[in-house]
């Protein structure tokens, strides 16, 4: 299970397999948020069956998952620095999608909270790894477009989760939906660890026909050192993480004000909120990715600055295109969700905008050695507070709201949401200022 090799990994397979490797890992990704986001579009029935409240749903959604999933994933990328990251991913994959299918088998909240623990408990081990073996296949100058392709599992996971899930639950209920979806992950594994093989880390910034041997692992605790004392590290995470609470949040709930705001059943919610996942969400993240890799060979600051602009523009627009209805005045129900539709691209987008820079420049912020391990801490901020915080927070304020709102209440508890793209975009601004002199080429 050793990584030591001593060729750069762009003779390993021919220059084209890392694209074979990129998409190998973008299909597996697809998989993680099909399986962590199939919940969103399976909020209706999960909660009339078990009647549970929002706030519950949210803490079944995303504190349960959260746990486990943040927590684990540091020594799991302890592991991934020093034994075969292809290994370790094949065995989370196999893990989080068998309970994906468990979740189909449940017979309450306490139940399905569990399997969505276990859940989590798989997919600590998905995403760390995967950022460490990008950045050991592609140059630096192509790594921000490349951890921006592989970011679009995202919304291929959630256009994927919400239309397969959502039309599986319409015609064979949604215990079928969790049973199909983590039924196709558990067949992917075997193919995954046959396609995959782990680069040498570091090959990538190694100089051409040079020979090379891996730096040797580092230990957590100089990881720790090293990361704690810079600045930007904090500044980055903690503005994914604000971005990330209301991303996730938005993700899970969005169906759910589909449904209860602008009156679509569960079907029509399925094929229209697939497609603005799909097609806002890919092209967000490929600009996002491209601008800043244009900007950062001029200066750091633009890896940040990229997806601070873009929070920014988002806001006014999601509002938009939440109350599209006032718009079009008396053209009726449908012009007003067709309008919708295409303003809703805009914010989905954005918002997504910031995952190919920033994961990018925490590649940056330690040597190679030290890439799975600075990924996974990074990760343990923005998906602890994202997920656990996100999806709770809404389902909370909704409730807070209900007495007040009425069937509304989902609206308004995403209106005061918005507020934490705006301190992202602060905290992205702020690392701005910061990251060049934090920076490790």
């Excluded at 609470?245 to 229209?272: D, I, K, N």
């Excluded at 905290?427 to 990251?435: G, I, N, T, V």
């Amino acid at each position: 299970m050793s990584d030591r090799q001593t060729t750069p990994p762009a003779v390993v397979g021919g220059s084209s397999y890392r694209y074979v490797v990129l998409a190998t890992l973008i299909l597996v990704y697809t998989l993680n948020f099909l399986d962590r986001q199939i919940l969103g579009i399976l909020a209706k029935p999960i909660k009339e069956e078990f009647g549970l409240t929002d706030g519950q749903f949210g803490a079944m959604s995303g504190v349960a998952f959260a746990l486990l999933y943040t927590t684990l994933a540091i020594p799991i990328a302890w592991l991934a620095d020093r034994f075969s990251r292809v290994w370790i991913m094949t065995a989370a994959l196999t893990l989080w999608s068998a309970f994906t299918a468990l979740c189909g088998f449940t017979g309450g909240f306490w139940q399905l909270f569990l399997a969505r623990m276990g859940v989590g408990i798989g997919e600590a081990g998905g995403v760390a790894p995967a950022y460490s073996m990008i950045s050991d296949y592609f140059p630096k100058q192509q790594r921000a477009r490349a951890l921006a392709a592989y970011a679009f599992g995202i919304p291929l996971g959630m256009a994927s989760g919400t239309l397969v899930g959502g039309l599986l639950a319409v015609h064979y209920g949604w215990r079928t939906a969790f049973v199909v979806v983590g039924a196709l992950g558990v067949l992917l594994a075997p193919v995954f660890r046959l396609i995959v093989r782990d680069p040498p880390r570091g090959g990538a910034d190694a100089p051409a026909g040079v020979p090379f041997t891996p730096p040797k692992a580092a230990p957590l605790g100089q990881v720790v050192r090293v990361l704690a004392a810079k600045p930007s590290f904090w500044l980055l995470s903690f503005g994914a993480a604000s971005s990330s609470v209301c991303g996730y949040g938005v993700a899970l709930w969005l169906p759910s004000f589909f449904m209860r705001s602008l009156g679509l059943t569960l079907g029509q919610t399925a094929w229209y909120y697939s497609g603005i996942s799909f097609f806002g969400g890919l092209l967000g993240i490929w600009l996002g990715g491209a601008i800043a890799d244009r900007l950062g060979a001029r200066s750091k600051a633009g890896y940040p600055l990229t997806p601070a602009v873009a929070f920014l523009i988002s806001v006014p627009c999601f509002l938009l295109a939440m109350n599209s209805g006032v718009l079009v005045g008396g053209m009726g129900g449908g012009a007003a969700l067709a309008l919708a539709f295409f303003i809703f691209l805009i914010p989905t987008g954005l918002n997504l905008a910031w995952l190919g820079p920033i994961t990018a420049a925490v590649q940056h912020l330690g040597p190679a050695p030290m890439r799975t391990t600075a990924s996974a801490l990074f990760l343990l901020i923005n998906n602890l507070l994202g997920i656990a915080v996100g999806t709770y927070y809404f389902g909370l304020i909704s409730d807070l709201l209900k007495p007040a709102f009425g069937h509304e209440s989902l609206r308004w508890a995403i209106y005061t949401g918005m507020g934490f793209y705006l301190l992202a975009a602060l905290l992205f601004f702020l690392a701005s200022r910061r990251l060049d002199r934090d920076w490790v080429e």
